[in-house]
């Protein structure tokens, strides 16, 4: 009989200002249309199986299955499947925390591939049975779980978990960035925000506007254009069932709206989208 005991060696690591706010696994079945979105909180979103596309406003990453993408609060971001590689992924999210790079000095969306990406899959796994499947001390292990993650990513990946504090945008303004971006096709109006964060309302829009340079109603125009635009290149739907899908309440009006923004209409539009994909398509060589 061989017997070998290892001794373990404390070592002097800071307490990490995390905590798990939310756990899902989810599959790109076509279902839903891939608008840019943001949280308030830091998401990690684990690439389980597939392959696509990660995009932020100015940048696009090609992930696959083992990937792992660190978005920090705030910052605008969707994700797209590559047609006949859907993509599956776990995403939790994540308060209080964010990573930089040991060579930066700001948070920036980081991305990691694990060698070992079964044990980093593990992790997500388990938190989401817990969740699940709650019972006696399920809050706790997940948290711990978070914790082990967090340490891994860290040791691997070479970044530093910062504290993240509410500097970037106050809480209500950022709840109601978020639910605009979620909730962008429904009839919203300034009254919806105001009760939704019990804000006054010349307030509410100043202070939002404060901080993203836009009015509550200009920012919802932005995000129904940008859906919009991805309906009329990716489908053959009519004007009139996009403008309603996105939530205008007229076709008039948003080819009014659409025209003042891209100067020009939005049949024109998708004519020019459809014409430039079929010039790449026959422009191999």
Not at 45 to 68: A, C, P, Q, S
Not at 83 to 93: D, S
Request: charged share 20%; proline share 4%; with cysteine.
């Amino acid at each position: 009989m061989s017997h070998r005991q290892y001794a373990i060696k404390p070592t002097n690591i800071d307490k990490l200002n995390a905590r798990l706010l939310s756990v899902s696994l989810s599959k790109d079945e076509k279902d839903w249309q891939s608008v840019f979105h943001t949280h308030h909180f830091t998401e990690l979103f684990f690439v389980v199986n597939g392959e696509g596309n990660f995009l932020f406003h100015d940048e696009k990453y090609h992930i696959r299955t083992g990937d792992l993408v660190i978005i920090p609060p705030y910052m605008e971001h969707t994700e797209q499947s590559i047609k006949g590689t859907p993509l599956e992924y776990y995403v939790i999210g994540v308060e209080g925390i964010s990573f930089q790079p040991a060579n930066k000095k700001t948070c920036v969306q980081v991305f990691c591939n694990f060698s070992n990406k079964s044990l980093i899959a593990d992790l997500f796994a388990q938190m989401l049975y817990e969740v699940r499947n709650p019972s006696y001390g399920s809050d706790k292990i997940c948290q711990d779980l978070l914790e082990i993650l967090i340490l891994r990513i860290v040791r691997y990946q070479h970044v530093i978990p910062v504290p993240i504090t509410s500097t970037y945008m106050t809480k209500e303004c950022a709840r109601i960035k978020e639910y605009l971006d979620i909730n962008y096709s429904e009839p919203i109006t300034l009254d919806t925000l105001t009760e939704l964060t019990h804000m006054n309302k010349y307030y509410m829009a100043h202070s939002f506007a404060k901080y993203t340079g836009q009015s509550p109603i200009q920012y919802l125009n932005q995000r129904r254009m940008e859906a919009a635009c991805t309906l009329l290149k990716d489908t053959d739907h009519s004007i009139s069932s996009i403008s309603s899908t996105v939530g205008f309440s007229s076709q008039s009006y948003f080819t009014q709206a659409f025209r003042k923004k891209y100067g020009m209409t939005p049949i024109k539009y998708r004519q020019q989208h459809a014409d430039g994909s079929r010039s790449n398509a026959g422009g191999g060589i």
